[in-house]
């Protein structure tokens, strides 16, 4: 384990999925004091919130949050509205309805806010522009101007405390690289989810963009994939 | 009534206060089809969301839509927190702590959400940057930033549909000079409360920071303080 950075606290959103457990690996791997924080949104997959948990739990976090913020009132998604998850669809250059308006945006503000009340000038977010579903909030454009934001926005820096940093350290992975990289810190991925649309069990669908995603990077890591899929 | 902007839509910020009253008549003022948004941010005066409401409905807006967010599960201020708000003091240098985390963006994040849903690309908020509390989110360079982000960061600006604008229309005007402009397109000040430690019925406190501000402006611009303040 490095050590560059301990006892440097960091914010970590942590969303139950697999890109989000394996950046708190990154964090921790790096030597990050990890305060953790879920957003419950209004998602489908709200059994993602007690996955999230779990990471935090088993990988050593100092804390774990989860702050509820009611997007279905204003709607616009599949994820947080009566609309249908598309299944089996190709994934192309279209940004599909499960595109969530301005979702790391709103995201990313709150984890500001908690960073700025532990203490930490460090957050984590497991975006990532290679293999996803090609939502704006996920590229280096939007994370380069959230983090020049962040440095006006709060007290902590106008007082000159420190300087915000958002670390989205899966960006530029494939789906399979990422994969072996969380394996090889030790994440448990059969404790994540991916799913837009699981069941109530938390099994996943298998057809969503999400899924076909994941299954993939798992076959083209050659890891086995310990993915629960609804039978058919 | 200016025409130049009539039928374009846009999303205004309101929380009730006197501020975000009078950026709305700005708005309409302007010509724009105005799509209120209150944040329910755990804030102790509750009573404002009641006045949001008010204000949308008298001043002609399509709709007026609250969405809650949990910002007490992070806490870390005397609005969302349980602390004492400072009364009497000298406003100066140091940011109070009424400051809320990351506030304004968290505010203006799911305001971009909310415009991306409507299809609206003008958003307002009543941010004032002279007589304030010193908030950093109430300054010019972040709103800026955060005219920047929005460009990157949604599906409607990706798509090409159109930019965004933050319209922060107060940003350079005085508390009497708000006031002033407000009076004059007809906002009635007297279902409007700034007050960050209002009693049940909604009465003012006179002593706060916003009290301070907002009596003095009244006086400043000559115009009778409809304000109903608690009784001693």
Same mark, same amino acid.
């Given at each position: 384990?490095?050590?560059?950075?301990?006892?440097?606290?960091?914010?970590?959103?942590?969303?139950?999925?697999?890109?989000?457990?394996?950046?708190?690996?990154?964090?921790?791997?790096?030597?990050?004091?990890?305060?953790?924080?879920?957003?419950?949104?209004?998602?489908?997959?709200?059994?993602?919130?007690?996955?999230?948990?779990?990471?935090?739990?088993?990988?050593?976090?100092?804390?774990?949050?989860? !702050?509820?913020?009611?997007?279905?009132?204003?709607?616009?998604?599949?994820?947080?509205?009566?609309?249908? !998850?598309?299944?089996?669809?190709?994934?192309?250059?279209?940004?599909?309805?499960?595109?969530?308006?301005?979702?790391?945006?709103?995201?990313?503000?709150?984890?500001?806010?908690?960073?700025? !009340?532990?203490?930490?000038?460090?957050?984590?977010?497991?975006?990532?522009?290679?293999?996803?579903?090609?939502?704006?909030?996920?590229?280096?454009?939007?994370?380069?101007?959230?983090?020049?934001?962040?440095?006006?926005?709060?007290?902590?820096?106008?007082?000159?405390?420190?300087?915000?940093?958002?670390?989205?350290?899966?960006?530029?992975?494939?789906?399979?690289?990422?994969?072996?990289?969380?394996?090889?810190?030790?994440?448990?991925?059969?404790?994540?989810?991916?799913?837009?649309?699981?069941?109530?069990?938390?099994?996943?669908?298998?057809?969503?963009?999400?899924?076909?995603?994941?299954?993939?990077?798992?076959?083209?890591?050659?890891?086995?994939?310990?993915?629960?899929?609804?039978?058919?």
């Amino acid at each position: 384990m490095s050590n560059e950075s301990t006892n440097r606290k960091a914010v970590v959103l942590l969303s139950g999925g697999l890109d989000s457990a394996t950046t708190l690996a990154v964090a921790r791997r790096d030597g990050f004091a990890c305060y953790c924080l879920s957003i419950d949104y209004g998602q489908r997959h709200r059994v993602e919130l007690e996955l999230a948990m779990k990471q935090a739990n088993q990988q050593g976090s100092i804390e774990h949050r989860i !702050v509820s913020v009611e997007l279905r009132a204003i709607g616009g998604s599949a994820l947080t509205a009566d609309m249908a !998850v598309p299944k089996g669809r190709t994934i192309d250059a279209q940004i599909p309805i499960t595109y969530v308006p301005a979702r790391n945006t709103v995201l990313l503000a709150i984890c500001l806010g908690y960073a700025e !009340v532990v203490g930490a000038f460090d957050l984590f977010i497991g975006a990532n522009a290679v293999d996803y579903s090609g939502y704006p909030d996920c590229r280096p454009a939007f994370l380069n101007a959230f983090e020049a934001l962040a440095n006006v926005a709060t007290k902590a820096t106008v007082e000159g405390r420190g300087r915000f940093q958002l670390h989205a350290p899966l960006v530029r992975l494939s789906k399979a690289e990422i994969i072996k990289l969380g394996a090889a810190l030790g994440v448990d991925y059969s404790e994540t989810l991916s799913c837009y649309d699981p069941d109530a069990s938390g099994a996943a669908c298998g057809r969503c963009d999400s899924c076909v995603l994941r299954r993939k990077g798992f076959i083209d890591a050659g890891i086995e994939d310990p993915t629960r899929y609804q039978s058919k």
